[in-house]
């Protein structure tokens, strides 16, 4: 299993897409978390309305804000990375590789989960490190006082980024391993994440009751409240209360253990040698 | 490491891949010639433990592969090449190499990249050891396949169908390389080129529909073929009797090797074999008992 997890190390590590994700990550986040709220500040004239633009950047909204971009778009990025460990193998026809070396299929697949379990992690520590950085800088540029979230609030919400991007990763293991390949499983986890969770939500749901109903139930809008209860920003696609927080972070990891046993036993059943 | 295999059958659905196969695999090089679709994959799957038999018996090495902790103490002391064997784009052989050892269970560091730079050596990579093997050549990619399989120095390796696909030099050196192997190894070497057992083993076992058909000292093989090759020269078609293995146009009519139980025409002079005659011969034998016709049988000229 360690070997495993190790094997897994290597090729997630010495993949260039691996990176290019994380930094597209970090520049999406960036870009709209801080740069683009505060170019429009910093052109604005001033009063109440502008006060409250340059709140949401200090550094004592960061658990919101770097979570924020999670059920949507970083969400789609922790797919993306996800269905490229799982669905890589099929496509370069390395399972075959992989699996007469010794270890036992679920070894192996339990490695891939904790490679994606760590990088999901790099992931969301990045994001708050970025974030804690950028707000720091806004608010020395802006004479804000520097009030940090309290440890306990930044540990649960570390956590909770951490679970929504390994919901995501979950997702796309299972698209991976049911689609047998990268390209499908990654174009229909996207149709999903940025187009039908979002007419659903701002189409459906607004004139359908039983919509409005069946969102409480969906992964991306658990995912939306968990962050919204750590007070990301309600204009953040995705982001919204439907649910209370520790309800959604129940449905989540249900969710997501229903993704991974259902993909574990789905690849430990299928011929692929 | 010995391979015994008794009534080993192997069923896919409603097609049956081995037919109750009997073999004792001694030591050394040994061959498993046959077309494709004779079951060679299929019998090297079982014996590398990565595939159960629906029946028979089969040991390797005294582990019983009907059990899955036979098959995975087998996995623990064999190196394998599978046909197509899938790379990692973004790794180097030696990364690649790395990889594998870890995932093997050679645990200590040292020791394993050690053996990994010893054995890049042997395959000749170590020159391109730190590229990305992304564009490698189709030899290339079989060397580091090689490599992989010997990591942990197994007893026993079993080779798929290795030289198919490579130049006819590469050919040559991978056929080599193998045969250095064999010192003191079980090395066992599938292939539907006949050529490659000529070159490299002693004693090999045919495949024709999932039976084996032939096993024994190569050179035995060729015997079969006699009083059933022939050169037949004409002018005009083909002969229709036998099996034509060649075919040369020369200035007084085309000359047809033919392999025939009987002589395909009054003309015909009987020829000594080759192996390839032999091979064809009892190919002609095996269809004649089974009723199954030998499919995409490649003959090298
Ligand atoms: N996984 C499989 N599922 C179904 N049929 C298979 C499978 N593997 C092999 N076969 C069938 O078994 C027969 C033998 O195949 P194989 O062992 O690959 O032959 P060879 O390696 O000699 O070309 C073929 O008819 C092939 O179609
Ligand atoms: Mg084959």
Redesign the interface.
Known sequence: MW??W??EA??MV???GTWLLLTVAVVLSLVFTYLAPYAAYADGSGGVLSDRALDALLPDRLVGNSIGGLPVFIGAIALILAVLTVGA?YA?????????????RLAVYLGKLLVLAAATLVLVLTLFAVGALASLLIAVAESQPVHWPAVGDLALGIGSGWLISMVWAGFGVLLAVLLRGVALPIGLGLVWLLAVQNLLAAVAAPILDWVAELQKGLPGPNAGALAAAFGAGSDTPGVAAVVGGGQAAVVLAGYLLGFVLLAGAYLHRRDI? | MDIQTTGLTRRFGKVTALHSVDLAIPGGMYGLLGANGAGKTTLM?IL?G??PPSGGQVRVGGHDLTTSAGR?AV??RLG?L?Q????????SPR?FL???G????L?DTRARHRQVDELLELVALTEVAGRRMKGFSGGMRRRVGIA?ALLGDPALIVVDEPTAGLDPEERVRFRTLLAGLAGHRTVLLSTHIVEDVAQTCQHAAVMAGGRVVYTGMVTDLVRVGEGATWEVTSSGPAPTVGVVVSAISRTDGTHYRVVSSSRPSPDAVPVPPSLEDGYVALMQRASARAHTVPGGLRLPS
């Open positions: 070997a495993s190790q094997a290597i090729k010495r993949r260039p193998e370069w026809g390395t399972w075959k590789t992989l699996l007469t070396q010794g270890p036992s040698l | 799957r590398a990565v595939l995975l996995q623990r394998y599978p197509d064997l899938g790379l990692y784009p973004d790794l990364e790395d990889y594998v870890l995932l093997k269970g645990d992989q």
